[in-house]
């Protein structure tokens, strides 16, 4: 270590106190490699998010104090005339808590600490016995993703299970998506299958599903063709209800699922989607952030057959706008003649309050769902702790998601 070593932390650390989380994180990479300056323009451009903590109220049980729960934009280094400064960045990057804790165990001397704290590691549960929480890969000509699939003990030798597939978030991974969003624990208790595609870092230097890219949009190219060979891949090796295949995702993976109902509506029977955005709203990384920012506007619908959707959104979403939720619902097919719409507010003990709208068809089924939750940020509404971005306020998404799914899915679904 260089004597250049304490003066460069104590200027990282006044950078993120600044705000300036870029700033600090390059300047440990410099000072790692023992350089004064950083190679101008290297590596990819990506997309940045920043870790914000969120406070469970003491009332709600198992919720420890100051765990990780949300994104906000980077928006402390936007550059002025630009509406898309700050979100852009050269150098190949993982989420910047995740980034800067490492960087700095290695690089700082004992006993400097930056104080920007980390991500919070998933608690992992023990599994019930029966139960098994393994690691399997799927490759075809786009490439080669791995996954982890939940398989319940509460489940019949031969009897078909249905499916839920879960895409996680930037910089998340299936154990943290896991642990955050307790699906394995509902699976259990429904007894359903739960696989969770894992993004690598080799794909997106964030981990995020490149769902702002057209060759990631569409059937049978890119990302959407291996998440449904995952599917079709568990379905072969499992007692698998073709039926009640489902897929779901936060954010990014949202964003992804939409995009796997709009491109395999003859595979999933339902889609769930919390805090992202509809099908075709980007086709790049400058009308990606568009999106984000401000909503992606008339967007078009899917030439196939609308999917079931159930749609979660916090009304103070500073990552992904709210109004992003409204267009997967009008993609999802809510403006369809016929349809009647109700509306219910609630309001969690403790927690956020919310509206919940129902788009039912003639016999009374759910196609379309939204729930807007009310003062909530970019995280997993009723998720636990013990993952990253989640918060434990409420309402619980897990659960009405699957509530959603199982409901008549034969039903929803014939004629398609």
């Known amino acids: 270590m260089t004597d250049r070593v304490p003066a460069g932390m104590a200027e990282a650390l006044r950078l993120t106190r600044a705000g300036d989380l870029a700033g600090a994180t390059a300047l440990l990479q410099r000072l790692m490699r023992g350089e004064s300056e950083a190679p101008p323009g290297t590596g990819p451009t990506i997309i940045d998010a920043e870790p914000l903590r969120v406070d469970a109220p003491a009332d709600i049980p198992d919720a420890p104090p100051r765990r990780a729960a949300a ?18 960045h050269s150098g190949p990057r993982a989420g910047l808590g995740e980034t ?7 690089a700082m001397p004992a006993g400097l600490d930056l104080g920007v704290g980390g991500l919070a590691r998933p608690a992992a549960e023990p599994l019930p016995d029966g139960a098994s929480f393994t690691t399997a890969s799927y490759g075809n000509a786009a490439g080669t ?13 031969g009897q078909p299970l249905p499916l839920v597939v879960m895409l996680h978030g930037c910089t998340q991974s299936p154990d943290d998506f896991a642990a955050g969003t307790r699906m394995n624990r509902l699976a259990e208790e429904h007894g359903c299958l739960v696989a969770y595609p894992e993004q690598p870092s080799s794909a997106n230097a964030q981990r995020c599903w490149n769902w702002f890219n057209p060759a990631d949009q569409r059937r049978g190219d890119g990302e959407p063709s291996l998440i449904a060979g995952i599917t079709r891949q568990v379905m072969s090796d499992h007692a698998v209800d073709a039926d009640r295949v489902f897929v779901a995702g936060l954010s990014a993976g949202g964003a992804a699922a939409v995009i796997m109902g709009a491109a395999y509506p003859d595979l999933y029977a339902a889609v769930g989607v919390h805090s992202g955005l509809p099908h075709g709203a980007a086709h790049d990384i400058p009308s990606a952030f568009a999106a984000m920012r401000q909503g992606g506007g008339a967007v078009r619908r899917p030439s196939a057959r609308p999917v079931p959707t159930i749609v979660f959104h916090g009304d103070r979403d500073s990552t992904v706008h709210p109004s992003n939720g409204d267009d997967v619902i009008a993609q999802s097919g809510a403006s369809a003649a016929g349809l009647r719409t109700t509306v219910e507010h609630g309001q969690v003990p403790g927690g956020h309050g919310y509206s919940r709208r129902v788009h039912t068809d003639a016999s009374g089924l759910a196609l379309c769902e939204q729930w807007t939750i009310q003062g909530a940020g970019h995280a997993w509404a009723g998720g636990s702790p013990a993952g990253s971005y989640t918060d434990p306020r409420g309402p619980d998404a897990s659960r009405e998601m699957l509530r959603f799914f199982l409901d008549a899915p034969r039903s929803r679904t014939s004629g398609r």
């Open 100 to 106: 800067l804790r490492g960087l700095a165990a290695r």
């Open 71 to 88: 994104f906000k934009p980077a928006d402390a280094y936007r550059k002025p005339g630009s509406a898309f400064a700050g979100r852009f």
């Open 145 to 157: 993703r791995s996954y982890k699939l939940y398989v319940p003990a509460n489940r019949r030798d």
